[in-house]
T-cell receptor, first 112, second 113 residues
Framework: DQQVKQNSPSLSVQEGRISILNCDYTNSMFDYFLWYKKYPAEGPTFLIS?????DKNEDGRFTVFLNKSAKHLSLHIVPSQPGDSAVYFC???????????FGTGTRLKVLA | DTGVSQNPRHKITKRGQNVTFRCDPI?????LYWYRQTLGQGPEFLTYFQNEAQLEKSRLLSDRFSAERPKGSFSTLEIQRTEQGDSAMYLCAGQAGGIYEQYFGPGTRLTVT
């Protein structure tokens, strides 16, 4: 049972344009969400987080949007840069459990 | 750099052998997590520690797996009688008290031949 889903395995975007990565979850008890970026042969790097009490969080070029009623979150990267090419994972946690459930990832390729 | 280190970075072993991995978080990380990642999947939770206490273990963690965090600092993950299905990237993450974000080390890639 995949509680966190990233239905797009890959995405290609032109440099300078917006990248939108999507994530859906099924467990309504999830209340904290993280996005990670992962390069090959490295561990995931934390990007940005959002709590369920917010619907948006912004950090530089990265913005995460949360739609609780749809159980959907998205990561926007503007403008996209070639160095953003990586696999992006969303992860969700329920208060008190401390562990995160990860999606299967979306491979982003930013074309120069 | 998250400050979380893992050793070794790569391990190749023959089926049936025992292996041990080490994770060193930073001192602020009172919680320490182990995850496993296979190709095409996201990290899967294995177990976590709060200080030296192991508080939760996934059903993925068979009795061939054992983890310790003896003094609440570094942690080890041991796999006994390795099987080919154990081949994966083993990731360690640290988390400081009062925050939700987890910071990962570079991982140990295990190949069982």
């Amino acid at each position: 049972d995949q509680q966190v889903k990233q239905n797009s395995p890959s995405l290609s975007v032109q440099e300078g344009r917006i990248s939108i990565l999507n994530c859906d979850y099924t467990n309504s008890m999830f209340d904290y969400f993280l996005w990670y970026k992962k390069y090959p042969a490295e561990g995931p790097t934390f990007l940005i987080s959002i709590s369920s009490i917010k619907d948006k969080n912004e950090d530089g070029r990265f913005t995460v949007f949360l739609n609780k009623s749809a159980k959907h979150l998205s990561l926007h990267i503007v403008p996209s840069q070639p160095g953003d090419s990586a696999v992006y994972f969303c992860a969700a946690s329920e208060t008190g459990t401390y562990k995160y459930i990860f999606g299967t990832g979306t491979r982003l390729k930013v074309l120069a | 750099d998250t400050g979380v280190s893992q050793n070794p970075r790569h391990k190749i072993t023959k089926r049936g052998q025992n292996v041990t991995f080490r994770c060193d978080p930073i001192s602020e990380h009172n919680r320490l997590y182990w995850y496993r990642q296979t190709l095409g999947q996201g990290p899967e939770f294995l177990t976590y520690f709060q200080n030296e206490a192991q508080l939760e273990k996934s059903r993925l963690l068979s009795d061939r797996f054992s983890a310790e965090r003896p003094k609440g600092s570094f942690s080890t993950l041991e796999i006994q009688r390795t099987e080919q299905g154990d081949s994966a990237m083993y990731l360690c993450a640290g988390q400081a008290g009062g925050i939700y974000e987890q910071y990962f080390g570079p991982g140990t890639r295990l190949t069982v031949t």
